[in-house]
């Protein structure tokens, strides 16, 4: 007996011990490809810091991202507890079918108003522009029987018709959650990542088309291409949940396909394609649309040339854009997130006939960036 304790004190030292070096020895990272996240950095020490308990928390924090052989360690973590019955990981719940869902918690009326209000007062400063709102659904508004029993989830639906009723009439409120809701046997979002597929977006882009004035392409216009069949998205990364299926990313192009160029404005860099083929070597294959996000991307195309569309949003409008080239001679895209200059002197300066604000609904309840609108005005 006390020879096997001895034997079991060995390999413990031994492993606390190569645990240590395999620490000691392994670089920083300033980026997991495979969480899809910037991690934490090893704090400057100072006797300040240290006095006010700053040092030690992100330290504690640093040690927990640097660990030698983190993917293994959170990949064994995530099956043990998948093994024990959990089906909620990070905000992320392991659903039917192979699907992740993220967690939606339904804003406060102090947020609604609050967001509601930065429009209307952009609304305000540009009236003679044409306005629409699209505010996506998550998949788990979508499909909630592919839930597990009993999550707690909010009501999307309600939302975003608070969210709508908080609007002037001028500003046309598309109704996404119908109809993505009446295609709901199509493969509508990636089961490992929070997007709509591009098959989501069509339908989305054609419910655009009354709000926008434009007749919509049938999908038989297109020529649907497989990109990719090894994507593992952000819902993945998140939660940590492996063993999963991988999704696949397909991109329409026009069967009668013109000419566009695509300005990416603050990089001063010029493409000719809506698509970054190389970003599909990379784990974020969704950055396969646009290059991913960036401050202001212009887009020309052989459309109407007295027709500029300007587009505030998120990530949703990526896959969607592509579909609206038709229609416009310009399009800018602007992600608030990372836009510093005037959103405002720039409406003015373009002059464009439409707006569209494309978000899904809980990034625009979560994110505060879309606020900055309400500054841009006062």
Known sequence: MAQSRSLIGLLLFFYIGAMALANVLTPERSFSDTENRVLEQRPDFSLRTLISGQFTSDYERS???????????????????????????????????????????????????????????????????RKVIMLVPTAAALFPEKLPAHVPVGDQLADLKRIGGLLPPNIQVTDAYSALYAERDQPLFYKTD??????????????????????????????????????????????????????????????????????????????????????????????????GNHALIRIVTDGPPEKKLLVIKDSYANSLIPFLTKHYGEIDVVDLRYFTDSLLDLTREREYRDMLILYNIKTFFEDPSILNLSEEAS
């Not at 998948?82 to 992320?92: D, L, T």
């Not at 493409?271 to 784990?283: H, P």
């Open 194 to 291: 929070h997007h709509w597929t591009t098959k989501g977006a069509y339908y989305a882009y054609r419910q655009l088309s009354d709000q926008l004035g434009i007749v919509p392409q049938e999908e038989s216009s297109f020529r649907i291409d497989l990109a990719t069949d090894e994507f593992y998205g952000s819902l993945y990364s998140k939660s940590g949940f492996r063993r999963l299926k991988p999704d696949e990313i397909s991109i329409y192009r026009p069967k009668q396909e013109g000419p566009v160029k695509v300005a990416y404005v603050e990089e001063g860099r010029v493409t000719e394609s809506l698509y970054e083929k190389d970003r599909l070597n990379e784990k974020d294959k969704y950055a396969v649309f646009l290059g």
């Open 63 to 129: 040690a927990s991202d640097q660990v030698a052989l983190r993917n293994i360690w959170v990949g064994m973590k995530t099956d043990l507890d998948r093994a024990m019955g959990k089906k909620e990981s990070n905000g992320v719940f392991l659903g039917k079918d192979g699907y992740l869902m993220e967690r939606f918690t339904s804003p406060s009326d102090a947020e609604l108003e609050e967001r509601a209000q930065a429009i209307r007062a952009f609304d305000g400063a540009v009236p003679g522009l």
